[in-house]
């Protein structure tokens, strides 16, 4: 079952370590034989037994992400810096209680890793995974008075992410992270999200294409060779920022089309103007849609159709003024007859011309009652009309 926490209840935290490291031991004198016990297996899970029956080990796991970063529409990935935390329960260690001084907790340090038991777990859908050092690695144990432990380590993660670009650049994207067991089937070891609170973003997360959105918790178990492996998701929904598209590719073509329209107000007569403006206007708006920053995919997006729409209003403004000069250029066009001739006085050159001219009177019959400065003014309120219908429906159906 998938359980929803909406933004404002877990974006807008910090993680707050004060009441963690109350009466705390920091073990660095601290021997394996004081903890360890002397048949203690480091590859068997600390599974429980309950009468007849042996239950696995739960382990809880938190992630505190810090940033998220690189999105790549190219290669369908992103990176992230989380802080991994998980606890399981683990009887067979020993607590030191003589050395504890009444301490609740003693922190153990890496090596600790090879010596005790740790889960098994990977990221399911990471490309890349590296744990962040400085100085030292970024990684601790925690052993409670109880026998509980907690593992706590900052990493770097190259994650997968299936993207649709279909309404690109008005998509949302759902990305996530998969957290799996690599060897321990679940009759082995469970995992599970922190009840109290799984998932903690840092309010400092600021991506600059995109709004993080809703998170949703779910399980991923698999079912391998006969056996099932515990599996858990973290979803998250990335909606991406308009602004820089709106900026740098609708208003200008916007403008451009606009530009383009103005050729209906120009007289037919002024030839160069008109096919200046137009060819201008179909250049520009060519050259913008080849420098549009555009996702390599094999389908049609939204900007495609926004960049191919506009192409076309601006080359079907050239095809006007194709017909409209056609029809001037016939109307000024005076068709004199030819003069009788006789046979003795044959000129096969005005033959010719006079079949050409009786071919064009029979072909613009059709045209003969259309005023070229009729289709001019139309021009000026249907281009704009159906441009202002196609920006509407365009808006309705992707944004």
Request: aromatic share 14%; proline share 6%.
């Amino acid at each position: 079952m998938t359980s929803f926490i909406n933004t404002p209840t877990w974006r807008h935290h910090e993680y707050v370590d004060e009441k963690l490291l109350d009466k705390v031991l920091f073990a660095k004198s601290l021997s394996f034989e004081e903890v360890i016990p002397v048949n203690y297996d480091h590859h068997l899970p600390p599974k429980l037994n309950k009468g007849d029956s042996i239950l696995p080990v739960n382990v809880s796991v938190h992630l505190w992400v810090m940033q998220i970063r690189s999105v790549d529409e190219v290669d369908m990935d992103f990176k992230m810096d989380v802080v991994v935390r998980q606890m399981w329960e683990d009887h067979r260690l020993i607590f030191p209680e003589d050395r504890s001084g009444g301490r609740n907790k003693i922190i153990l340090d890496a090596s600790w890793g090879k010596a005790i038991w740790t889960p098994d777990v990977w990221f399911k859908n990471a490309l890349d995974t590296k744990l962040q050092q400085w100085v030292l690695p970024s990684v601790f144990y925690w052993l409670m008075r109880n026998r509980t432990v907690y593992f706590s380590g900052r990493v770097t993660l190259q994650l997968s992410c299936d993207m649709d670009m279909k309404k690109f650049p008005h998509d949302s994207q759902t990305c996530g992270v998969s957290i799996i067991s690599l060897m321990s089937p679940s009759t082995d070891m469970e995992l599970h999200w922190f009840q109290s609170e799984p998932i903690r973003v840092s309010r400092l997360l600021n991506l600059p294409q995109f709004e993080v959105g809703n998170l949703s918790l779910s399980r991923c178990d698999t079912s391998v060779y006969g056996e099932t492996f515990s599996c858990i998701v973290a979803s998250f929904t990335l909606n991406r920022r308009c602004g820089f598209y709106i900026i740098n590719i609708y208003i200008p073509t916007v403008l451009i089309v606009s530009m383009s329209m103005l050729t209906f107000w120009i007289p037919p007569e002024a030839v160069p103007a008109r096919i200046t403006l137009g060819v201008t206007s179909l250049l520009t708006i060519i050259t913008k849609q080849y420098q549009s920053t555009m996702p390599s995919v094999s389908y049609i997006v939204a900007l495609n159709v926004w960049l191919s729409s506009c192409i076309a209003f601006v080359f079907f403004s050239l095809l006007e003024y194709a017909l409209v000069i056609s029809l001037v250029k016939r109307e000024q066009k005076v068709v004199t007859p030819c003069p009788a001739q006789d046979e003795t006085n044959f000129n096969p050159s005005a033959a010719r011309k006079s079949l050409r001219s009786a071919w064009s009177q029979r072909n613009w019959r059709v045209l003969k009652y259309i005023n070229p400065w009729v289709i001019d003014f139309i021009s000026r309120f249907l281009f704009p009309f159906c441009f202002v219908i196609f920006s509407i429906i365009y808006a309705n159906t992707y944004a």
